[in-house]
């Protein structure tokens, strides 16, 4: 995903493309042709005609009739060739109204980066409404894209943190105030976009979205958003402050990237989430503060939820009464050193859910009354004590598809 191009011809298929005249009308011709001596043969078997009377005089009736049916063909060639010509012109006028709509798309365009980048922070916010109208009304996918990597790459930019209330740095703490209410009305208009459409703006769903990096310390709403054939990037992002929802998200297709974030202070939720065939990455991540909230999530029907080399260091990450039904979901390296884990009532009916090398050896991580009744799930060469309740969640002896270390296989508290 980029987020730097530029507004580009449209390669949606409506640009024109015509065959030449000549080649239209041998093709047209000799489809006529065949259609009429289809329709001939077809009529001579139907009327079971079994040879021409050669020894027939022409009389003034056939002759009147062949006169018509001359004039017949005639006009029906002129019909195919008015046909072409029609054809040609509408496909001339849809080209040039759509060149028309591109053109003004790039004028639009153009006036409203220039907006965002303007000193005056209202300036700025008109300018991002600016984008955002411009993506909805966009002609093709690719003029849409353009303005949402636009709007991306502005929440990506470096900007400069609070001052604070020292009256020295009042104007500076003012105008960082009105910087960051530019900011998060980005944050709210691509949560608004991205969730089914509601009134009169069109869905962004199916487009890239590239927050990389980006320090999320405002409100986002993804309530009931599909993310469907897209590339979504979280990648870095700091979730500082604020509440982040993915609630009834559905993750069905495409790759969506949380890799090296940083939960710190945010409240993310994912209450009633599904991860059913999407590629969804939290290797690397830092749980360092906040809530974050998987319960309950479905993991199913052959999604893959990567959380390799997280750190639970801090977060309260909830995956209670969550369901493992066919995804693979790995927490290999993972470390829980601090804060609370909870699987408590989560259901392990099926799929691949693997711990290895995983470390446990601070935080409150807790099994208690989670099932498991079908899958795999592989706790071996893990470091540190088994987690609360997860011996007498598994049972004594532990079922073939839970693989625990020797040492975990005692009852535990």
């Given at each position: 995903?980029t987020?730097?191009?530029?507004?580009?011809?449209?390669?949606?298929g409506?640009?024109?493309?015509?065959?030449k005249?000549g080649?239209?009308?041998?093709?047209?011709f000799?489809?006529a042709?065949?259609?009429a001596?289809?329709v001939?043969y077809?009529?001579?078997y139907?009327?079971?005609?079994?040879?021409?009377?050669?020894?027939?005089?022409?009389d003034?009736?056939?002759?009147?009739?062949?006169?018509k049916?001359?004039?017949?063909v005639?006009a029906?060639?002129?019909?195919?060739?008015?046909?072409?010509?029609?054809?040609?012109r509408?496909r001339?006028d849809?080209?040039?109204?759509?060149?028309?709509a591109?053109?003004?798309h790039t004028?639009r365009f153009?006036q409203?980066?220039d907006?965002l980048?303007?000193?005056s922070?209202?300036?700025?916010l008109?300018g991002?409404?600016?984008?955002?109208?411009?993506?909805?009304?966009a002609p093709?996918?690719?003029l849409?894209?353009?303005c949402i990597?636009v709007?991306?790459?502005?929440?990506?930019?470096?900007f400069?943190?609070?001052?604070?209330?020292?009256?020295a740095d009042?104007?500076e703490?003012?105008?960082?105030?009105?910087?960051?209410?530019?900011r998060?009305?980005?944050?709210?208009?691509?949560?608004d976009?991205?969730?089914?459409?509601?009134?009169?703006?069109r869905?962004?769903?199916g487009c890239d979205?590239?927050?990389t990096?980006?320090?999320?310390?405002?409100?986002?709403n993804?309530?009931?958003a599909?993310?469907?054939?897209s590339?979504?990037?979280?990648c870095?992002?700091k979730f500082?402050r604020?509440?982040?929802?993915?609630?009834?998200a559905r993750?069905?297709?495409?790759?969506?990237d949380?890799?090296?974030?940083?939960?710190?202070?945010?409240?993310v939720?994912?209450?009633?989430?599904?991860?059913s065939?999407?590629r969804?990455?939290?290797?690397?991540a830092?749980?360092t503060?906040?809530?974050?909230n998987f319960?309950?999530t479905?993991?199913s029907?052959g999604?893959?939820v990567?959380?390799?080399?997280?750190?639970?260091t801090?977060?309260?990450?909830?995956f209670y009464?969550?369901?493992?039904?066919?995804?693979?979901?790995t927490?290999?390296d993972?470390?829980?050193?601090?804060?609370?884990?909870?699987?408590n009532?989560?259901?392990?009916t099926?799929?691949?859910?693997?711990?290895?090398?995983?470390?446990?050896?601070?935080?409150?991580?807790?099994?208690h009354?989670?099932?498991?009744?079908?899958?795999?799930?592989?706790?071996?060469?893990?470091?540190?004590?088994?987690?609360?309740?997860?011996a007498?969640?598994?049972g004594?002896?532990?079922p073939a598809?839970v693989?625990?270390?020797s040492?975990?296989?005692?009852?535990?508290s």
């Open positions: 995903m987020a730097n191009r530029g507004p580009r011809a449209a390669t949606d409506r640009e024109l493309r015509l065959w005249a080649w239209a009308l041998t093709v047209i000799t489809a042709i065949l259609a001596g289809s001939f077809g009529l001579v139907l009327l079971d005609f079994q040879e021409i009377d050669t020894t027939a005089k022409l003034a009736k056939t002759l009147f009739d062949m006169v049916l001359s004039f017949g005639v029906g060639a002129g019909a195919l060739v008015a046909l072409v010509v029609a054809y040609r509408q001339v849809e080209a040039g109204a759509h060149r028309e591109t053109r003004l004028e153009s409203a980066v907006k980048g303007s000193d922070p209202a300036v700025r008109g991002v409404y600016a984008l955002a109208g411009l993506a909805d009304d093709t996918q690719d849409r894209q353009t990597d709007l991306c790459a502005y929440l990506q930019l470096p400069t943190p609070d001052p604070g209330d020292d009256p009042q104007e703490h003012h105008r960082y105030l009105a910087l960051r209410k530019v998060h009305t980005i944050l709210r208009l691509i949560g976009h991205y969730r089914p459409p509601r009134g009169t703006h869905s962004w769903q979205l590239d927050l990096d980006v320090t999320i310390d405002g409100d986002m993804f309530y009931g599909e993310f469907t054939g590339n979504v990037s979280f870095g992002a500082t604020g509440t982040v929802s993915f609630n009834a993750f069905t297709g495409g790759d969506v949380f890799g090296n974030a940083e939960f710190s202070g945010s409240d939720t994912f209450y009633l989430a599904a991860f065939g999407s969804v990455t939290f290797s690397d830092k749980f503060g906040g809530t974050v319960s309950p479905e993991f029907s999604g893959k990567y959380f390799d080399g997280a750190e639970f801090g977060s309260n990450v909830s009464s969550s369901e493992f039904s066919g995804s693979r979901v927490f290999s993972a470390k829980f050193t601090r804060g609370t884990v909870s699987f009532a989560a259901r392990f099926g799929g691949d859910v693997d711990f290895n090398n995983a470390e446990f050896s601070g935080s409150d991580v807790t099994f009354d989670a099932e498991f009744t079908g899958g795999t799930v592989n706790f071996l060469d893990v470091v540190g004590p088994a987690p609360h309740g997860l007498a969640a598994v004594t002896p532990p598809r693989n625990l270390p040492a975990w296989q005692s009852p535990i």
